[in-house]
């Protein structure tokens, strides 16, 4: 780990009191949590532990941070022990610490430095010398020297063309007009292209990202980043004319189909993609199918079919009905709602 830390201050002058590396520019702002809220957590953080501060705060955020199911995927890397990971976009570590837990070392990149104060509050309470953490945007990281086995790439390509700041609960399906220099796509491939480099010969990216082709997106499901119908399942020219009228911005979180996932992946240079359906989605995968196998006995995980009263909930009985219908009788894993892969260099 030692090699690891004198490299990173190589490239990285600047750094935290508590040892947060730092790029000389302002590296953005995403969180569901804004500035003023995000400010109070950390400053909390001097007296309490932070899992005792979501449970107090922000109870809804417990299993987006801490829940074990969201590392269901990583049984897929097949981790041996002795790998060196980077963690792109790791935000509150729901992911770093456990993968930090399970390999040699672990680097954490995000824009929010807030969010990286958090996990490194976590690596300390969990007693973890393995991480180092990285406040830059991803789209302007530097060329390390070192090399990675492992690059985790979780829910983070659909928002590398978005810029500036992302208060997600002020952002998300609010009108708020902005402007985009670049092609989303291609800053896309640009920032695969850019992970593919950094990693070793043989080694590994994980990346989790939704299904464009969601069964729910036909039945007018929104989309889980704009908020807006349609804009997944339609081409790209028409999303974006119909975010500019309700949002007042272009639609640039473009997530893909399966088969455009793996074309983007050999496009950007990997050499073997091993496609995966995640139910009920990529963040709490409760069940992974291969995507290139047909079982006759596919279903989705069952929604909530009753109340708290006991009653059942006549949408969740028809989602249920429906996904039955895809899923066991058509056989339609190309309609999962989230899809994981595991592309090799």
């Known amino acids: 780990m030692e090699t690891i830390t004198s490299e990173l201050r190589r490239y990285f002058k600047k750094t935290t009191s508590s040892g947060i590396f730092l790029t000389d520019h302002l590296a953005g702002y995403w969180s569901n949590l804004s500035k003023i809220e995000n400010t109070r957590l950390i400053n909390l953080l001097k007296t309490s532990s932070s899992l005792n501060l ?9 299993e987006v941070i801490y829940s074990p ?4 995927g990583l049984e897929l890397l097949d981790i041996k022990g002795s790998e060196s990971c980077i963690d792109y976009g790791c935000m509150w570590g729901a992911l770093s610490i456990p993968l930090a837990k399970r390999t040699n ?12 104060e958090f996990l490194k509050s976590r690596s300390i309470e969990e ?5 180092e953490l990285i406040c830059a945007d991803l789209r302007r990281l530097p060329d390390f020297n070192l090399k990675f086995d492992i690059a985790l790439v979780n829910g983070v390509l659909e928002w590398i063309p978005e810029e500036g700041i992302i208060e997600l609960g002020s952002y998300y399906g609010n009108f708020q007009q902005k402007n985009y220099a670049e092609n989303p796509g291609l800053q896309q491939k640009a920032f695969l292209e850019y992970v593919y480099n950094q990693l070793k010969t043989g080694g590994k990216i994980y990346l989790a990202i939704e299904n464009r082709y969601d069964w729910k997106m036909f039945f007018g499901a ?7 119908a349609y804009t997944t399942i339609v081409h790209r020219s028409l999303a974006n004319i119909i975010s500019k009228w309700q949002l007042g911005r272009p639609y640039v979180n473009w997530i893909y189909s399966f088969s455009e996932i793996k074309k983007l992946l050999l496009e950007t240079g990997f050499c073997k993609t091993e496609l995966f359906a995640a139910f009920p989605d990529y963040r709490f995968p409760e069940k992974i199918i291969p995507f290139n196998k047909k079982y006759a006995h596919l279903i989705p995980v069952a929604s909530k079919l009753r109340d708290s009263s006991g009653r059942i909930i006549l949408m969740s009985v028809l989602s249920w009905l429906i996904k039955s219908f895809i899923f066991r009788n058509l056989r339609l894993i ?9 592309a090799h260099k």
């Open 54 to 62: 979501i449970r107090e705060l922000y109870p809804y955020l417990e």
């Open 222 to 228: 929104k989309d889980p980043h704009a908020n807006i």
């Open 105 to 116: 070392s672990v680097i954490g990149v995000d824009q929010t430095l807030e969010s990286l």
């Open 127 to 131: 007693k973890l010398d393995n991480i």
């Open 69 to 72: 199911k969201r590392t269901a």
């Open 334 to 342: 190309s309609l999962s709602p989230s899809i994981i892969a595991i």
